[in-house]
Nanobody, 125 residues
Framework: QVHLVESGGGSVQSGGSLRLSCSVSPWRVINVGWFRQPAGKEREGIAGITSGGGTTFYADSMEGRFTISRDEAKATVYLEMNKVRPEDTAMYYC????????????????????WGQGTQVTVSS
């Protein structure tokens, strides 16, 4: 069973940048997605990346300010957040789609099998 641990969250001012990390143990062939859940709201997909890193998908509203990437040597998947806004304040989760793979690119929570505990991001204006 793969285990995911997020880190890198914290407080940042509007317009700033932040990089979240998702440590994957053990590293294996999986697709990984990033999601977020603002307080009192539903979880929403941000971006996903294939096991080989060659294909990425972004939610329409997220593309442009968020970048997903992975470093197999470090067994880590990253989410780079740029020009953050107060509405980006949320708990951020990474999740794994393990074999047999589902429709990970749809960036919906039910397509992902394993979840991390989340890391909080707070953006102040």
């Amino acid at each position: 069973q793969v285990h995911l641990v997020e880190s890198g969250g914290g407080s940042v001012q509007s317009g700033g940048s932040l990089r979240l990390s998702c440590s994957v143990s053990p590293w294996r062939v999986i697709n990984v997605g990033w999601f977020r859940q603002p307080a009192g709201k539903e979880r929403e997909g941000i971006a996903g990346i294939t096991s080989g890193g060659g294909t990425t998908f972004y939610a329409d509203s997220m593309e442009g300010r968020f970048t997903i990437s992975r470093d197999e040597a470090k067994a880590t998947v990253y989410l780079e957040m740029n020009k953050v806004r107060p509405e980006d304040t949320a708990m951020y989760y990474c999740a794994a789609d393990v074999p047999p793979f589902g429709d990970w690119y749809r960036l919906v929570a039910r397509e992902y099998d394993v979840w991390g505990q989340g890391t909080q991001v707070t953006v102040s204006s």
